[in-house]
């Protein structure tokens, strides 16, 4: 026995069990022992499970941003695609994204928390209302895909508007529409309902009670799922590829402003595709770079919801 | 320096617009009520365009000559050909069904168990560390899976399978099985944690271990929760388009046969939504390919809907139960 | 029946679904008294102080018919709910401290109704929670949140909230379930008083409180009016009516 196991150092004799102490009155028999055996199993192999399928995806991102680290500088961010995007940088698909996040985020913003506002403070409950929710839910679970089907359909065809940064983000806009009214009813909804009731009593009306009890206490809620949002809608590819995503659009470096509603836009999520699917001899760093960015964009943006949240749940007020 | 003076000139104009909006949501009562009943209807509007919409396009598909066998049962999607297009959907079916069984194979086990681990087995620090890294997973956008997908994937599925290619259903199954994970950890964490904290105590005041709690008491409890957390699991897999479209490999196989082991798992596929992705680009508007695609949108939106609406009819009736 | 009744009940039946909460009951309430509403549990107490300030309306589900009078006007007919809460203040049993500081509790309807000043808010914070025995416990922490209080001062807090708008009719509805008997002495006390500026319904399962405060009482039981009578009758060994008598005596309920 090698003499850096513990069990081979010279241990005291065990004292003698004083007949007070109460584990002397649980003697662990067979039955009890195989079944403490069974839990330590059990929450190894659940743990083993949580490992193996979170431990690689955590490498695997890693890994990107590994790869990326040669690429990734200040110049690749500012900088513009040259050489058919096969060196430079991604600055028109960032400013791109932005365009494209803060514009649908301006029109789903507003709507989508009205609208929740609506749905659960204002809208009688009968089976329209219920039909609607119903509907809003589901909408949140439909792929992103037949987004972009809704969006040819009804913003490049039928409302004219072609292939534009409009047209693209009205899309991002109402496909995010049905998350941010479900986050916006779940946030109003934690507010207990006995407040509202004690103002009515007091004679305030629905609007007053909203606006001084029930948005401040729900604001951090539904600024956290905004924030995820807008995760979300500058990770999208599907839903701009057709109405508004472009491959390559020439603008100045560094240029903060640079496209117009109606242009067409590039979009980092597209950039990310169009250079690892479309175009050969893309150097590798630059591939990982982009898709670096674009990971990390998420990232910041997922923490800053995170921490809002749990500052959130540290000053409670009930 | 012009670039800047816009951009100072758009700011002002933007403090001006919610100064102003600070001030109608402060004193305009009547105005923000307003508003609040134009955005309810407008949303609903917004949802049931959303309908509207798809099926205006697909409509002329449906409605016109609509073969359906030749659209459902037939394997032969030719959309392109001049003299005789043909638009069966079979093998993109068994693409998607592939790509959705292979994927949910390991996520259901796996995003189960993690669910369990979460909530039952570790403490709270680790806890909180784990639903926050499994937040952030769940926000990796699609295209960045669809790059894991080619970029490592890929070279790996070639070696370690000896395979032609490494973009096929294996690559596309593991991809997204690793996308749903997060979905199906959060749901069904969310209903491991609404059994009431009474019946474990109950449980263990009677002398039961962890794992028996887990097994007898929390998967019983929990158990329409769990069949929702993987419903939505499989609906965000039919759903999946970006990364599938990158590492499936694209090409209309069906990946069965009659041969052993009548499943392969290294054959290239394309799903519905790949198709439509890939396609739609091309299509000339209102011509017969646009619509059949518009067509494959409704499908999968009948699908997903239906999943979504038999998990959340599933999550409803377990809060009414309590 | 007096002439001008503050508040005058005419054949109101409400139901919630499917289920009858109050059969056609009729009543008055005399102008500045006390009137006490006794009864069992589920006898519609609670759901008679809601069709008096409106708030029926808002409950899910619930249905009236039958009309409510409040100095000769019907309030069912009446454009601004909210002017009607505001004459009515209302304390359920329930204590709910609204997540504001405990000023900004007291100073809550003032402000949505507008026009005070901030000295005379200042007095009239005071004046409340004195009136409603908290002052001296709270004079300190203002500014602490309502909802950290404890149960009984939330209570006191809920009562202080609703003499704040300077209410015409004061409801009560068991107020003093969450309340220490010392405190609750106190607040009868002020009860007592303010019977001058105003007319206070008395919700309460404590017949003795009633029996103390009240210069009318009326017995509820399973939705319908049994008696109402001047309290003295109706605590008397003959009340007139053998459940009534049953009741207040302790022989059920």
Redesign the interface.
Known sequence: MSPLQPSSAPAPAPAPVAPTDPSALFTATDRTRR??L??R???I???A??A???L???V??G??FVRALPALDWGFVTGLPEQGMRAGGIWPALAGTAYLVVFSLLVAA???V??G???NE??R?NWFTRA?N?????????????????G???FV??AGLGKSILAASLTLA?MT??VI?VATKEALAAVPR??R????????????VI???VL??SFGGILTGLI?EV??A?????PI??TGAIVFKAVESG???PYNPTDQCMAL??H??TV??QIPGVP?PM??AT?AV??GF??VF?SFA?AMRVRLRAKK?? | MISLLKIMLLLALVAGVLYLMYLIYRYCERTMVTLIHICGVSAIVFVFGIFFFIFREGAPFLLKDFDFGGFFLSDKWYPTSEENPRFGILALVAGTGSVTVLAMLFAVPFGLGTAVFISEFCGRKTKEALKILVEFLAAVPSVVWGFIGMMVMNPLIIKLADAPVGLNVLNAGIVVGLMAVPVIVSIAEDAIRAVPDEYRAAAEALGATRWQVVRKVIFPAAKSGLLAAVLLGVGRAVGETMAVLMATGQSINIPFDGNAPFFHPLQSVQTLTATIAAELGEAPSGGHHYQALFTLGIVLFAITFAINLVADLIVKGIRKGK | MIANPKILVSDLSVSYGRKQVLKDVSLYVPRNSIFAIIGPATSGKTTLLKCINRTLEITPGARSTGCVHIDGEDVAKMRDVYELRRRIGMVFPLPVGLPLSVYDNVAYAPRMAGGWGRAELDELVERCLRQAALWDEVKDRLKTLGTMLSGGQQQRLTIARALSHQPEILCLDEFSIAIDPVTTMRIEDVLLELRKDMTILLVTNLVQQARRLADVTCFLNKGELVQVDRTELIFSDQPGNQVTHDYVHGVFG
Not at chain 1, 138 to 148: C, M
Not at chain 1, 197 to 207: D, H, K, M, Q, Y
């Open positions: 079944k403490l069974t839990q199993i059990a929450g192999v659940f743990g499970m949580a193996a399928i979170l690689p995806l955590l695997i991102l890994y990107i507003p709507i989508g009205m609208a506002i609506y749905l204002f809208a409950d609607v119903l509907a809003v839910v589901n909408l949140a679970g439909v792929p992103s895909i037949v987004h972009a089907l809704f040819v359909g009804a065809v039928f109402v529409l049905p009214i006995s407040f009731e004690a103002c009515w009593n007091l004679g305030a009306s629905r609007w007053q606006r001084t009890i401040p206490n995820l995760c979300r500058a990770g999208e590819t599907a590829m057709f240029q903060l402003l999520s597209y990310l595709h690892a699917t590798e591939l990982y898709a674009l990971v998420v990232l997922n995170i007020k009930w």
